[in-house]
């Protein structure tokens, strides 16, 4: 399973990699990955015009986008589009942070769910 990972790096900016979790067979349910410990979930909604400044993450957490379009700036310039089906690993919860910004015009829904760490 392709996740996003956002972090900061020792240049105290936001970079972003690819992690991909593994999968393993589990019959006719599908394939499934590890367990991975979570704190909490959250209901989010943007409206169409959302655009944020850069901005640290306020905690760990994965965002799964349910729909809607975003662009994410990194703190060094690079811009990467997301959308609904998307998960993203959001650690960069020091330094600059990045951006983020509504694309579509249309309301964004999404799911973050906390993390204590990985």
């Given at each position: 399973m392709k996740v996003t990972h956002l972090y900061t790096g020792e240049?105290?900016?936001?970079?972003?990699?690819e992690i991909d979790y593994e999968l393993f067979d589990n019959g006719m349910i599908g394939w499934l990955s590890n367990k991975i410990k979570v704190s909490e979930l959250i209901f989010r909604e943007t409206d169409g015009n959302?655009?944020?400044?850069?901005?640290?993450?306020?905690?760990?957490?994965?965002?799964?986008?349910l729909d809607g379009e975003i662009?994410?700036?990194?703190?060094v310039g690079e811009k990467r589009r997301f959308k609904a089906g998307d998960i993203l690993l959001v650690e960069?919860?020091?330094?600059?942070?990045?951006?983020?910004?509504?694309?579509d015009g249309k309301p964004r829904r999404s799911i973050f769910i906390t993390i204590g760490h990985l």
């Open positions: 240049d105290n900016e936001t970079h972003f990699k959302y655009n944020y400044d850069f901005h640290p993450a306020p905690q760990k957490q994965f965002i799964v986008l662009e994410i700036e990194n703190g960069d919860v020091t330094g600059r942070g990045h951006k983020t910004k509504s694309v």
